[in-house]
């Protein structure tokens, strides 16, 4: 089965973080999350992103997912 997360339930995209800085307290890393929110949303979200994603939940991932089950019939073959 195929995990996509952040697409499957809840909307989720760099675009929706507000820069609040308060995830960047609580990383071990010490990364500067929401400057590299900016870089993803600058790369990965350009315009037509959310009429994308929309017609993947609602077209690519069903799809997606019944292919799956089809595989997993015929992995014992
Ligand atoms: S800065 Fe961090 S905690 Fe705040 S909205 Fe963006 S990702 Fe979420």
């Given at each position: 089965m195929y995990d996509c997360r952040g697409v499957t339930n809840k909307k989720a995209s760099?675009?929706?973080?507000?820069?609040?800085?308060?995830?960047s307290t609580f990383c071990p890393q010490f990364l500067d999350i929401p400057k590299e929110l900016k870089v993803v949303k600058k790369e990965f979200?350009?315009?037509?992103f959310n009429h994308m994603m929309t017609f993947f939940k609602k077209v690519g991932l069903p799809f997606v997912t019944k292919v799956s089950k089809v595989i997993d019939l015929f992995k014992d073959f």
């Amino acid at each position: 089965m195929y995990d996509c997360r952040g697409v499957t339930n809840k909307k989720a995209s760099a675009g929706l973080c507000n820069q609040c800085g308060r995830c960047s307290t609580f990383c071990p890393q010490f990364l500067d999350i929401p400057k590299e929110l900016k870089v993803v949303k600058k790369e990965f979200e350009k315009p037509g992103f959310n009429h994308m994603m929309t017609f993947f939940k609602k077209v690519g991932l069903p799809f997606v997912t019944k292919v799956s089950k089809v595989i997993d019939l015929f992995k014992d073959f």
